[in-house]
């Protein structure tokens, strides 16, 4: 269907409100780029789920594309759960309009005799994963757009492991959601009687659980004063980070005030992103205040964390997710080890577009580790996969996502925060910076560096360049970057692993996606993706050398910081 098509069916319907009506009468006459932007495509589940800038149209997150995607995922609940009492929780973030999508999503379920567990009032998204284990839903929903700028929403949709979807589910609910075919066939008549309100209990059980992963609590007693500050930047983390930082014995918790109020406009930062250096500004200015120890802050969905911590000439440094994800994985193999846990049956899974550092670890510590694509519902695949056959210790991936034990199925920045305070001060115990921990690990295993670069290509016309220049690497892939040849091309939407050198091609045992990976001869290793959940294509980097003294961490550092930038210019040209 055209545009004018799409328009046209909603304004024929007897559902559309009339401020709807009103703004797209607005958009033909006076924003007819907007329009089509607002038209030309139905927002599609990526490795995030539904997203999008909030208005009207198919392409936008409103009450008719939260419905239409609640009422498709509803008939394929009906049709694969026959003959059983249906049941899903709910959960929102502190965006503007999150209560009232949460609010729609439990109306359209609810009209359609399926039982609803909804959060009466805003929780992280980990949370919502915990509660449809434990509450024997078949599916979950959590309204958020994690760390987008304050004109997006979006719409986690969740299965019965407590994971978001993936195949063949996405595509089936899509199919569902398509073959409804007009907001009119969406069912909006709330029964309140199969709407049952929670919180407390949940949340009780979901600490609990997490206070269940601790492995330093005599390091933690010594530390109990471990100077920490905390940033919800305007999101869910405030409702459950001090809680379980409580729970773990830490005493000397800071919060940043001016960014503790749920806030959908996040008016002190410019996005609402613990990757972006800016978000962390008001919490290092009270860490240096109060000589602190850790520094952390939670996206407004509370599933990413972003930490520092001093380096050795005592000012605070931004860890990446990189690093922070080794140190964490470290930190769990030397305690799963020290405590006689480690029987060789354990593992953890890590994405493609991770650092390989991780996987250097775990190898050291003789413990498997998987790789998988981006998005925390393939790992969460891995461990369904493997479940009562072998233990998942933890995994991650490097935009600041991580998880600790299989509770949970999605990135969780509670147990994250938890975890890594808790790492904090088993450092300090041991006289030991996080950033001293780091430079151990690189001379250990190697100095792995990585760098990211986002272009960002809006609207109907950004979607086709993002597309024709994925087509250009793959027709005329590069032959060396940044002096060093290419030795293997991988296409992960074919399938396959080729050497350059021998001319042989593998197949890669992974689903498909649109990704291209380059691995030159001297081990640097880029990655080529269009986002999932942006608008934008990412340019992944890693470098790494050897670091045979401590003393040189900088300067190798420093080596390899350069050589990322030779990269990014190589790939851009």
Partial sequence: ???????????????????????????????????????????????GGLRGIMGVGT????????????????????????NQEISVAIACDSRNNSHHFAGTTADVFSANGIKVYLFGELRPTPELSYAIRTLGCQSGVVVTA???????????????DGAQMIAPHDKNVIDEVMAIGSIDNVNFDRNPDLIQTIGSDIDESYLDMIKELSLSPDEIREQNDLKIVFSAIHGTGITLVPQ???????????????????????????????????????????????????IMATDPDADRVGIATKNPDGKFQLLNGNQTGALLIYYLLTKWKE??????????????????????????FGVKSFDTLTGFKFIAAKIKELEGKEQFIGGGEESYGYMIGDKVRDKDAIASCAIIA??????????KSLFDLLIEISEKYGLYLEGLKSVTKKGKSGSEEIQQMMVKFRENPPEELAGSKI?????????????????????????????????????????????????????????????????????????????ISQLAQTIEN
């Fill in 1 to 47: 269907m055209t545009p004018e098509q799409k328009a046209e069916s909603w304004l024929s319907s007897k559902n559309l409100d009339d401020s709807s009506r009103q703004e797209i009468s607005r958009l033909q006459k006076e924003d007819p780029t907007g329009f089509i932007d607002a038209f030309y495509k139905d927002l599609e589940f990526g490795t």
């Fill in 59 to 82: 392409n936008r997150m409103n009450k008719y594309t939260v419905g239409m995607a609640t009422q498709g995922l509803a008939n394929y609940l009906m049709k694969t759960f026959t």
């Fill in 146 to 160: 994690s760390h987008n700028p304050k004109e997006y929403n979006g719409y986690k949709a969740y299965w019965d």
């Fill in 244 to 294: 379980i930082l409580q729970r773990f014995g830490f005493t000397n918790v800071s919060l940043v005030e001016e960014q503790s109020t749920p806030d959908g406009n996040f008016p002190t930062v410019v996005y609402p992103n613990p990757e972006e250096a800016e978000a962390l500004s008001l919490a290092l200015k009270k860490a240096e205040e109060i000589d602190a120890d850790l």
């Fill in 339 to 364: 405590n006689g846990k480690l029987s060789g049956n354990e593992f953890i899974v890590k994405t493609i577009v991770t650092t390989e550092l991780i996987k250097k670890i775990a190898d050291g």
């Fill in 422 to 431: 808790e790492m904090t001060a088993w450092a300090k115990a041991n006289g």
């Fill in 487 to 563: 030795k293997i091309a991988i296409d992960y939407q074919s399938g396959t692993r080729k050497d350059i050198l021998t001319g042989d091609i593998t197949e890669v045992h992974l689903p498909k996606s649109n990704v291209l990976q380059f691995i030159t001869e001297d081990d640097s290793k880029i990655s080529i993706r269009p986002s999932g959940t942006e608008p934008k294509i990412k340019f992944y980097f890693s470098v790494n050398k050897e670091l045979a003294n401590k003393s040189d961490y900088f300067a190798i550092a420093s080596q390899l910081e350069q050589k």
